[in-house]
């Protein structure tokens, strides 16, 4: 699949309830679709919903980066690339499931009056906290000292640009005062936000800022024992809580 100029890694997962509103898998700042593991496929298989799931720019198997990423590379995923994507798969009216930077593409793109029938975020960012800056130099620390580079370089062909084409622009200066807090009201359709309680690289102010800000109805669950990767660290809670979403969503 080619998007936005840039040959894509992905997989589709087929419906199995004739009509269902297709699920669009968009990956954390470090991820790829391999790195969902066989998430897509089991609230695919709740919810009879295709699915599908694919690798942005930079990462996975898709094109390698060759470019450093600027302040609004975002917004360029979610009004860009996105569509593109869409149309390729002919898909319309999706719910949307993203997790971390995929969260966020989500609500852009959502926001921006592309037709969703929903979106589903998990550990979201609408704007900069001290802990996510804190964590992501930690885990720039880590890549040059244990073995997250090899454990990365199992999911990305190219594991140096995906790992410094998301580190170094969470790391300028330029995207400190980064937020997409006004493009909330404008988010009109049905939103699940999930986030863990331990989670290193945001707070609850984040699920506060969406539930408060939001243009629609909006449902937020703060998971204990849960960190960054809710469909990892607390998977069963998460499919349920999202195949529910999904079926009342989509009946």
Known sequence: MVAAGRRLE???????????????FLHEGLGSAALWRDFPERLA?????GALVYSRYGFGASDPL???RAPDY?????????????????????????HSDGATIALIHAARGHPVRGVVLEAPHVFVEDVTIASIAAAREAYAT?????????????????FR????????????????????????CPTLVIQGADDEYGTPAQ?????????????????????????????????????????????
């Open 165 to 188: 084409g998301w580190n170094d622009i969470w790391l300028d200066p330029r995207f400190r005062d980064w937020s997409i807090e006004p493009y909330l009201a404008a988010i009109t």
């Open 66 to 68: 060759r470019e450093p």
């Open 207 to 251: 699920l506060d800022a969406i539930a408060a800000q939001l243009g629609g109805a909006v449902e937020t669950l703060l998971l204990p024992d849960c960190k960054h990767s809710p469909h990892r660290d607390q998977p069963e809670a998460t499919l349920a809580a999202m195949a529910r979403f999904v079926e009342i969503i989509t009946t």
């Open 74 to 98: 975002l917004e360029r995923e979610a009004l860009d690339a996105l569509p593109e994507v869409l149309t390729q798969r002919g898909i319309e009216d999706p719910v949307l499931v993203g």
């Open 45 to 49: 298989a709740r919810t009879g919903a």
């Open 10 to 24: 992905y997989r589709w997962i087929a419906p199995t309830r004739p009509g269902a509103s297709p699920l669009v």
């Open 146 to 162: 244990t073995d997250l580079r090899p454990r990365l370089a199992r999911y990305h062909d190219d594991v140096e640009g995906a």
